[in-house]
């Protein structure tokens, strides 16, 4: 390990299958979350489903507690772009909502997060949402053995231009995971390629890109946790925590492991 690799932790493969595990528990999560997104439900709602879905798991809510973070998931509507708290915001046709969800099993966590329209919207949220998305998958496609931390964030920046005027957000970035929720390496959106930590067995990451539909810029709202773009443009967020294995590639957060996404990018599926 060189000085650049100081602080990564490198999971056994039992300690990846808790992880898969956490990773299955934050998945159902959303999924079940997707269910419910509708015109007329509060955000707070949402957030009480999640933490019944996660509970009834036997396992504990990361973001609960994080440094005083009021809730289970975080919820960001329209120009949000992370780190939305729930509450009495009520849902109404056309809004866009990101929802960013952890577990803990067994002391191993699992991060995500998905975007998900309340209803139709025009073409260009639809647009912002396939490429933020994609632009993760191509990420997590770009990370091989030997490859290092920052080919994941070449790929997903490439992905992003390649589409047009979109906005990448840079002050938040992806991170390692494992027995914390966020730990070293950061995993930036943008950036060029083969450099950061090697990418070996027992690493795990959590690939975030928070793309918008006009500025990188973000602002702080004065709960000191809503992250919002500073010219109102709509925002998307997806997220998976995934690991490679002398096998090939798991995405612990997907229901399938990845392998759908994977196959269709020419990745080979790690997963057990
Ligand atoms: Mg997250
Ligand atoms: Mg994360």
Redesign the pocket.
Known sequence: MGLLDRGVEIKTPEQIDAMRRAGLVVGRTLELLRGHVRAGITTAELDGIAEDSIRSAGATPSFLGYHGFPATI?TSVNDEVVHGIPGERVLAEGDLVSI???AIVDGWHG???ITVSVGPVPAEVEALMAVTEQAMWRGIAAAHLGGRVTDISHAVEQHVRAQGGFGIVEDYTGHGIGSAMHQPPDVPNFGRAGKGPRLVPGLAL?V?PMITLGTQETDLLADDWTVVSTDGSWAAHF?HTFTITPEGTWVLTALDGGEQQLSELGVKFGGR
């Open positions: 975080c960013d969800c952890g991060d995500s997060a959590a975030e997220e």
